[in-house]
């Protein structure tokens, strides 16, 4: 099979074409013969070396993918050749206290396909069965490859560590990637108001075309302060955040007495100062989040298949042209998913 295969750790360059011998599923295992493939910035950070795990080279990338189930291992019930599925990329073991408690991404072996595991840049790949999920019918293989990290992540981050409830008012921040993005289209049938923030007034505008009622330059605005003057010094009952670092403050300042942050990433920075005082004075939570359970996935697909909402997608490219997309993707420039359509 063809596959996006590095040799080493470095830039997007590393990113090559190689021809690797096709898998085979063992037992429980299923192989999907991938159609589409969408990236993350963790292929970036795998790529990179960056996250200090050894990997054995050649060592396929990516973490998203959708396609037909081209083989079926021993003691697979329930799915057969041909079914169209969209991967969890999440791998767990399905026998530990977490796993066993219905908390997969809490798994004490959790591992992701393209950190871990053999990736979804390749004709085919091979996952766990309970991994592959049947998706949306109104969605194409681009789209239903985009669900993955960043649809399954927001779900989490919303409703089951944020406990978003019908009309609570939000903030999402750094609108234009593909996880603040996937919050925004989830949040948006049940959240009351849905603030924005990022350095680019034309991402911000985007962001408003796709239901955003206000956005905020953080180039130019203090993020809490503007928070404060848009809701009549109310705040927001929840924010939603990946980049952490010095934003994490501010995030906090936006908040309404008794408001929570969720925080799924730290882009911005691995520590932060914040104000204790406010803290515990506002009764303010700070949650973690992580990917998502089984539980959380098949939510997902329920709320993607009824609400009909297709997640937004910047730009494909071709499985071969792997470099140029890991690129474009390195470049920030991108509003919404870079997807690679395979065969
Ligand atoms: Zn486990």
Same mark, same amino acid.
């Given at each position: 099979?063809?596959?996006?295969?590095?040799?080493?750790?470095?830039?997007?360059?590393?990113?090559?074409?190689? %021809?690797?011998? *096709?898998?085979?599923?063992?037992?429980?295992?299923?192989?999907?013969?991938?159609?589409?493939?969408?990236?993350?910035? &963790? *292929?970036?950070?795998?790529?990179?070396?960056?996250?200090?795990? #050894?990997?054995?080279?050649?060592?396929?990338?990516?973490? *998203?993918?959708?396609?037909?189930?081209?083989?079926?291992?021993?003691?697979?019930?329930?799915?057969?050749?041909?079914?169209?599925?969209?991967?969890?990329?999440?791998?767990? $073991?399905? &026998? $530990?206290?977490? $796993?066993?408690?219905?908390?997969?991404?809490?798994?004490?072996?959790?591992?992701?396909?393209?950190?871990?595991?053999?990736?979804?840049?390749?004709?085919?790949?091979?996952?766990? @069965?309970?991994?592959?999920?049947?998706?949306?019918?109104?969605?194409?293989?681009?789209?239903?490859?985009?669900?993955?990290?960043?649809?399954?992540?927001?779900?989490r981050m919303l409703?089951t560590q944020g406990e978003?409830?019908?009309? %609570?008012?939000?903030?999402?921040?750094?609108?234009?990637?593909?996880?603040? &993005?996937?919050?925004?289209?989830?949040?948006?049938?049940?959240?009351?108001?849905?603030?924005?923030?990022?350095?680019?007034?034309?991402?911000?505008?985007?962001?408003?075309?796709?239901?955003?009622?206000?956005?905020?330059?953080?180039?130019?605005? #203090?993020?809490?302060?503007?928070?404060?003057?848009?809701?009549?010094?109310?705040?927001?009952?929840l924010v939603v955040d990946?980049?952490?670092?010095?934003?994490?403050?501010?995030?906090?300042?936006?908040?309404?007495?008794?408001g929570r942050v969720v925080l799924a990433?730290?882009?911005?920075?691995?520590?932060? %100062?914040?104000?204790?005082?406010?803290?515990?004075?506002?009764?303010l939570r700070i949650i973690g989040s992580t990917?998502?359970?089984?539980?959380?996935?098949?939510?997902?697909?329920?709320?993607? @298949?009824?609400?009909?909402?297709?997640?937004?997608?910047?730009?494909?490219?071709?499985?071969?042209?792997?470099?140029?997309?890991?690129?474009?993707?390195?470049?920030?420039?991108?509003?919404?998913?870079?997807?690679?359509?395979?065969?």
């Amino acid at each position: 099979m063809k596959a996006i295969a590095i040799e080493g750790y470095g830039g997007p360059e590393l990113a090559r074409v190689q %021809e690797l011998a *096709d898998p085979h599923p063992g037992p429980g295992e299923v192989v999907v013969r991938v159609r589409a493939a969408a990236l993350n910035h &963790l *292929d970036l950070w795998t790529l990179s070396g960056s996250l200090g795990i #050894d990997l054995d080279f050649p060592f396929v990338l990516g973490a *998203d993918g959708a396609g037909e189930l081209a083989a079926v291992g021993e003691g697979v019930e329930g799915l057969r050749a041909g079914m169209r599925v969209v991967v969890n990329p999440a791998v767990s $073991c399905g &026998l $530990c206290e977490r $796993c066993r408690a219905g908390e997969q991404s809490q798994c004490v072996s959790f591992r992701m396909l393209g950190e871990h595991l053999p990736g979804t840049f390749a004709e085919l790949v091979t996952v766990p @069965a309970r991994n592959v999920y049947p998706f949306p019918q109104h969605l194409s293989f681009a789209e239903a490859a985009a669900l993955g990290v960043t649809f399954i992540t927001a779900y989490r981050m919303l409703f089951t560590q944020g406990e978003l409830r019908p009309g %609570e008012w939000v903030l999402i921040t750094g609108i234009g990637g593909g996880l603040a &993005l996937s919050l925004l289209q989830l949040a948006r049938p049940l959240a009351g108001r849905i603030f924005v923030s990022s350095s680019s007034e034309e991402k911000l505008e985007r962001a408003r075309a796709l239901g955003a009622d206000a956005g905020i330059n953080y180039r130019d605005k #203090d993020v809490g302060r503007e928070i404060r003057r848009l809701t009549s010094k109310r705040g927001v009952d929840l924010v939603v955040d990946s980049a952490g670092g010095a934003g994490l403050d501010a995030s906090l300042r936006s908040l309404v007495k008794g408001g929570r942050v969720v925080l799924a990433g730290a882009t911005a920075g691995a520590t932060a %100062e914040i104000g204790l005082r406010r803290l515990f004075w506002n009764q303010l939570r700070i949650i973690g989040s992580t990917m998502g359970s089984d539980d959380d996935v098949a939510a997902m697909l329920r709320m993607v @298949a009824g609400s009909g909402l297709r997640p937004v997608i910047d730009r494909t490219f071709r499985l071969e042209e792997a470099q140029a997309a890991l690129a474009y993707l390195e470049s920030q420039a991108h509003f919404g998913k870079i997807v690679l359509e395979v065969g």
